[in-house]
């Protein structure tokens, strides 16, 4: 059986770089009865994903899967009994073992306003249900989107619909408990001028479906406020769980990746995590926290130690760029994030911060960051 070590350096290489999947592979896969592709291509988290776990049952992975081979030197490779042997180029023994997660059977069926579930909420790594309720944000409307986001992609595309209601979301979970693949339930939105950035529509939402499934853990994903009442508001509603993402702690690169949101200022995100802190708990708050944009590797541990110190959980992860609108692939170094994650998790050990007791959203999936998993090598 694979260790817990090896699980996190395994994990931490193919975040950072992807696998190469041969699109000639994908008719002989689908011959198999095996749905594998580039997934999705647009949305407001990691594009151009699938989910796979370790051969401990166990760890979940969200990889990018890539067309080009001088992206990464791991390939997709057969897949034997249960697993695909994902190889490297350089090396006689596959590089690691994975199984797909395959897509739920949800995704085709209609809510009943007749609307493709798949349209309506996605599945993030094996039993998250996951949506964006307001498919635009402000900061694309006036040309000052974060880079990294592909929010909008997705309505150009046809994939989804502009706003989704308390009442389709929640046919979306009915459906997916029935399969078994729905423990809770990871919200998010675009940025919306009106006050409370969104706020009100998340109360809505919230309340509909606890009142449906009131056994279903709840994350809400939200800018900070000015005022902190509406973090009340949605711990009220429903949330169990909050995440306020600064994404980038170095100021002069959030400056340049997010011209928009760095007109907030990075003190309104510590009062707002130490005060969602007191309404949702210890290890109930969370941020991302974007790798690979050129920040120096010192000084983002040193931010890092302060954000965990205040006590919310870093969510860490390499940039993915948006799949069509790339030249080259991933930048960081994945010997540098493992330092990164090991370094953070000694922190996280220190300050009694433990990622493994949040209840539900980013942070429970685990899919995109190996923090989890080295909280559990220490």
Partial sequence: MIDKYTILKKKTELLCKGVYLDENLINNYKS????????RKGGA????????????????????????????NLKLGKKVNDYFEISD????????????????KYYNLKT???????????????????????????????????QFCGIELSLDQGTTILEKNAQQITEVISAAKQEGRCSHVTLTSGTTE???????????ILKGIKKHHPDISLH?????????????????????TIGIHVEILDNDIRRKITPGKFKIPYSLFEENWRYALEVFGKNQVETYILTGLGEDTDELIESIEKVVAIGVVPYITPTR???????????INHELLLEIYLK???????????????????????????????????
């Avoid at 760029?321 to 930048?331: D, F, K, Q, Y």
Wanted: one cysteine or more; hydrophobic letters at 35%; glycine letters at 10%.
């Fill in 220 to 240: 809400v994903q939200i800018e900070p406020f000015k005022d902190f009442a509406y973090i009340d508001q949605l711990k009220e509603a429903g949330a169990d």
């Fill in 344 to 378: 953070t998790a000694k922190m996280m050990k220190n300050y009694r911060v433990d990622p493994l007791k949040n209840i539900a959203g980013c942070v429970r999936c685990g899919g995109c960051s190996a923090i989890n998993e080295a909280y559990k090598a220490l």
């Fill in 89 to 104: 180029n350089g090396g006689k023994d596959p590089f690691v073992k994975l199984k797909l997660v395959p897509y739920p």
């Fill in 321 to 331: 760029p948006i799949p069509e609108m790339v030249s080259n692939a991933p930048s």
């Fill in 194 to 204: 009106e006050d409370g950035k969104g706020a009100k529509r998340y109360i809505d």
């Fill in 32 to 39: 198999q009865g095996i749905t594998l592709d580039f997934g």
């Fill in 45 to 72: 988290g990691p594009l151009g994903g699938r989910y796979f776990t370790f051969e401990d049952e166990e760890t979940i992975i969200n990889i990018a899967l890539w067309n080009k081979k001088n992206y990464t």
């Fill in 112 to 146: 009943s306003d007749g609307i493709l579930m798949k349209k309506i909420a996605l599945m993030h790594g094996k039993d998250c249900v996951a949506t964006t309720v307001y498919q635009k944000c402000k900061y694309w409307a006036c040309g000052e989107g974060c």
